[in-house]
């Protein structure tokens, strides 16, 4: 069985940086390609960033380029989130998803984790 | 990268069907057939229902359908269930090699 599950989400003051991750299990993360989607609550669904199978690949958003960066361990399983100069409006709960950038074939998602930006 | 443009919300009754747009530019929805749609109940992670314009991966209904025209992509539901209540995201793939997800539409089964 497929399972994605998000963890590191919490409250940080603005500025502050927190680290994401999701743990995989019943795939080859090695040969996924692998994205974080973000909502803001009562909001709509924004595609965050995403990473080839590889990790040669990578892909952001406008939003949060230049402060957030992507990365796998494939040994571990593990998709990684790395947040910085975290903003207000960086508030929302984080999904990682299986499927890359081009055709966004997100079938598997995780549970969630909330990240919460406030003083 | 703008959000692609969907109605905010639809209606519709039980056995009849409704078509969800997502409008877009000749830089996502027209350049490429990489637009899919997922399903989102409330408090619930998103599902995939529709991906390269118009596949049904397995497992998803075949009352769920999608095609497009131009700039324009479509999600049609047909046979309308109480269970198809949720918000309905369209995305597809841009020339600046990222994603762009729809503003949503919010679908009320009456």
């Known amino acids: 069985e497929v399972q994605l599950l998000e963890s590191g989400g919490g409250l940080v003051q603005p500025g502050g940086s927190l680290r994401l991750s999701c743990a995989t299990s019943g795939f080859t993360l090695s040969t996924s390609g692998m994205t974080w989607v973000r909502q803001a609550p009562g909001k709509g669904l924004e595609w965050v960033s995403s990473?080839?199978?590889?990790?040669?690949?990578?892909y952001y958003a406008d939003s949060v380029k230049g402060r957030f960066t992507i990365s796998r361990d494939n040994s571990k399983n593990t998709l990684y989130l790395q947040m910085n100069s975290l903003r207000v409006e960086d508030t929302a709960a984080y999904y990682c998803?299986?499927?890359?950038?081009?055709?966004?074939?997100?079938?598997?998602w995780g549970q969630g984790t909330l990240v919460t930006v406030s003083s | 990268q703008s959000a692609l443009t969907q109605p905010a919300s639809v209606s519709g009754s039980p056995g009849q069907s409704i078509t969800i747009s997502c409008t877009g530019t000749?830089?996502?929805?027209?350049?490429?057939?990489?637009v899919s749609w997922y399903q989102q109940h409330p408090g619930k992670a998103p599902k995939l229902m529709i991906h390269d314009v118009s596949n049904r991966p397995s497992g998803v209904s075949d009352r769920f359908s999608g095609s497009k025209s131009g700039n324009t992509a479509s999600l049609t539901i047909s046979g309308l269930q109480t269970e198809d209540e949720a918000d309905y995201y369209c995305?597809?793939?841009?020339?600046?090699?990222?994603?762009?997800f729809g503003g949503g539409t919010k679908l009320t089964v009456l």
């Open positions: 000749s830089s996502d929805v027209g350049g490429y057939n990489y």
């Open positions: 990473i080839s199978p590889s990790g040669d690949s990578i």
């Open positions: 998803a299986r499927g890359g950038v081009i055709r966004a074939i997100y079938d598997y």
């Open positions: 995305s597809s793939y841009t020339s600046s090699r990222t994603r762009v």
